[in-house]
């Protein structure tokens, strides 16, 4: 008996490895889908702006706020979007056909605005604006769905806390950053990361269109 359990044993650890494998071969194709849709450096300077007058120490309470907030929300979603599709009788393809949409909207208003004029600013600001929607918004939330349906929910969920490392890093140090590439550095980033998102958004809208018609 025990070598078959190990025989067993062995199967179960290769489908396993095989499994885990697959999730990391997948991480670059949902990191930066997730990368362009937070767009941090559109974030930037709002959040420069917002805590340019703080001390050190309520800098890095909103910058913990903000992550953990944007986290919470991210997970939350991914956690019961399925459940209010089955209950909306909407499907994966109708969600990337109206995702798209919004993605392509959001992304045509940032390239013909100035980045900082797109949202306004009101309420708690560690977690709104900044956590919700100015790190994670109808883009992010939308792109993870998306993702989630195409390479799985664990590279996605990894990448989503890889991205979150980023935008904290990127508060960390955003006065550096902000110095280092100039202001008009950063609007043409973030220019770049629009035409991005829009490429995405038109990319969603062709596949859902092509999975109802071909009935996949």
Do not use: C
């Not at 903000?66 to 459940?83: D, P």
């Not at 799985?152 to 490392?165: D, F, H, K, W």
């Amino acid at each position: 008996m025990k070598p078959a359990e190990n025989v067993f044993d062995l199967i179960r650890d290769s489908n396993y490895n095989l499994s885990m494998l697959e999730a990391l071969e997948n991480i670059p194709m949902t990191f930066i889908p997730i990368l362009v849709a937070m767009d941090v450096f559109a974030v930037l300077p709002i959040f420069v702006s917002f805590t340019s007058d703080l001390t050190d120490a309520d800098r890095n309470m909103i910058i913990r706020q903000s992550i953990i907030t944007a986290l919470a929300v991210g997970l939350a979603f991914v956690a019961v979007g399925e459940v209010v599709f089955s209950i909306l009788g909407i499907t994966v393809d109708d969600f990337k056909i109206a995702g798209g949409l919004v993605l392509l909207v959001i992304a045509v208003l940032d390239l013909i605005r100035y980045g900082g004029e797109r949202r306004k600013i009101e309420g708690t600001i560690g977690v709104v604006p900044i956590g919700v929607p100015l790190i994670v918004g109808p883009a992010v939330l939308t792109t993870l769905i998306v993702l989630i349906d195409h390479y799985g929910l664990t590279p996605t969920i990894i990448s989503l806390v890889l991205n979150l490392l980023i935008v904290w890093a990127s508060f960390v140090h955003a006065e550096k950053i902000t110095r280092l590439i100039g202001k008009n550095g950063i609007i043409a980033i973030s220019k770049v990361m629009a035409i991005l998102l829009a490429s995405i958004a038109v990319m969603m809208i062709r596949l859902g269109v092509e999975h109802l018609i071909t009935g996949r």
